[in-house]
C-alpha cells in the first residue's frame, strides 16, 4: 500500500478503505468503457473497409464475366468467319474453348 493510502486507511478506517476501493473500480471501469468504445470505433471503420472491398470484389467479377463473354463471342465469330472461308483463313489455330465460369460456389 501506498503511504498516502495507509493514511487515508488509518484516519477513515474501514469506510475509507471501501471508499478507496470503489474509486478505484470506477476509474478503471472507466478506462474499460473508453477502450471498448475505442475497439468498436476501430471495428465500425474497418467494417466500412470491408464494405467497400467486397463491393469492388463483386464489381471486378461482374467485369471480367463479361470479359468472358465478350471473348466467347469474338472466338464464336473468328470461327464463323474461318468455317465460311472454307478453312483457308490465317492465323494460328484455337485449342479447346476455355472453361466458363459460372459465378462463386
Same mark, same amino acid.
Given at each position: ?21 470503489? &474509486? %478505484? @473500480?470506477?476509474?478503471? /471501469?472507466?478506462? !474499460? $468503457? +473508453?477502450? &471498448? %468504445? @475505442?475497439?468498436?470505433? /476501430?471495428?465500425? !471503420? $474497418? +467494417? ?58
Amino acid at each position: 500500500m501506498e503511504a498516502e493510502v495507509a493514511g487515508a486507511v488509518a484516519q477513515f478506517g474501514v469506510a475509507g478503505l471501501i471508499g478507496w476501493m470503489w &474509486l %478505484a @473500480e470506477r476509474r478503471s /471501469a472507466a478506462a !474499460r $468503457e +473508453r477502450q &471498448l %468504445a @475505442e475497439a468498436h470505433e /476501430a471495428l465500425t !471503420r $474497418e +467494417r466500412a473497409s470491408l464494405d467497400a472491398l467486397l463491393s469492388t470484389v463483386n464489381a471486378n467479377t461482374r467485369a471480367m464475366v463479361g470479359v468472358e463473354g465478350a471473348v466467347r463471342d469474338l472466338s464464336g465469330a473468328i470461327e464463323r468467319l474461318r468455317s465460311a472461308s472454307g478453312g483457308r483463313a490465317s492465323g494460328r489455330a484455337t485449342g479447346p474453348a476455355p472453361a466458363r465460369y459460372t459465378g462463386p460456389r
